[in-house]
């Protein structure tokens, strides 16, 4: 099959100009979603371009349908990614996975042997914010009936911590050293976020182990970035016109990326910073700016320009209100919470990102976007509202964006559409957002939904400030009250 797609390929696809045979399986990636296959994927095939590794990835699949995974196996383990530029375009097949797992076919078992294996040294992570089963306080949730389950059988987990904790058991007790975990999804320090949930469940499981797990292992946090939008069959369509062939793998996605990782491994890592990734012992001031300026202003376009009729974020960049606005929600509200990175311009990046948001050949969805608000409100702008709070300063760009996610988790747009919410909590979120009044539904979210802190939950003047905003949205309507703010 690896001939067949080399030969459908069209002269401009590059393909990888190294011995596949050679690469040797160091690496698990649990969750080979659109986000992995088009930056981890791809910085590590760059790399082994460049002569500078011979790590590969085995893929891991815990839920799911398992046709994807087969088919890429038929092709090769071979898919290509387009970066799909606003003003030309470059494709690549991308070569450096050569196996996997999926639960559905090996069972729980199989993934622990898998990922714990000797030359596994790395287990990454994109499964994205409610794949880690956390809390709003950032521990383990031990009230979800997954959790549940796996504690019962901890040797049969099927939640990405009870797996991760299963095959660190499975290292200690071949008295080997355990492998690193990466996660590379969009949370807070997202390392300590995951190391915490590990020990959480490990301290249920088997203290010993808990206290092997900290002492020994490794969680370096990392900031990822790319847009990198679902496939659609349209863009499957675009896609293939691209490439000479259909890839039902392959990828559509901006040619930006960048990957920051903290340098702190239990043993080897590929060297990915020949690939582009930066190395750093502090990755907090990367994940924080591109939290708060990127995703918030994605959250912030998300909701409001959903509300506003506009189906992707590059359509609402044609409304020079939204773009101002949104630019207005990077340099006011979020840059002060921030401490910029060094040698980085925060006025350059939001500059940068608003002429990512404009390429008209990504087609990011509103709805999209939009998914799992819960998981991602407090680090995207809750965050930013109690420093904001606490130093006394306007916030009402993020108090709008907050305004707009309370109509949106509704399930009812302005026009009395059904909206297909996508959430964790959908069925509590659409029951506390209604109500006789305003008044009653910014208070029962901010209370009972558990996306706010308590801190925030109880505080009078956000109250305050988020009524206000949710009542400019259902009166002025919701582009008069984005321009309000441009």
Known sequence: MTSDIFDAAKETVRRPAYDRDALKVRMCHIGFGAFHRAHQAVYTDQLIGAGGTDW????????????LLDGLAERGYLYTVVENGAEEQDARIVGSVIDHRHMAQVGP???VDAISEDGIELVSITVTEKGYTLTANGGLDFDNPMVKADL?????PKTVVGTLVAGLAKRREAGKPPFTILSCDNLPSNGHMTKRAVLDFARAVDAD?????ETEARFPST???????????ESHQILADYIGYTDPAGILCEPFRQWVIEDDFVSGRPDWDQAGATFTRNVLPYENMKLRMLNGSHSFLAYLGYLGGYETIADTMGDEAYKAAAHALMIKEQAPTLEAPQGVDLGAYADALIGRYCNPNIRHRTWQIAMDGSQKLPQRALESIAHHLKAGTPYPRLAL?????MIYVSGVDLEGQPIDVRDPLSEK??????GDSIEIIVSNLMQQSGVFPAELALSAALKISLEEAYRAIKEKGVKDAVSALA
């Open 56 to 67: 590969a990835y085995r893929e891991i699949e815990l839920m799911g349908p398992t046709d």
């Open 109 to 111: 078992e199989g993934i």
């Open 152 to 156: 019962e059988s901890p040797h049969a």
């Open 209 to 213: 182990l808990a206290a092997w797990i």
């Open 223 to 233: 900031m990822v970035d790319r847009i990198v939008p679902a496939m659609t069959e």
């Open 401 to 405: 964006l907050v305004a707009g996610w």
């Open 429 to 434: 979120l659409k029951e506390l957002a209604q």
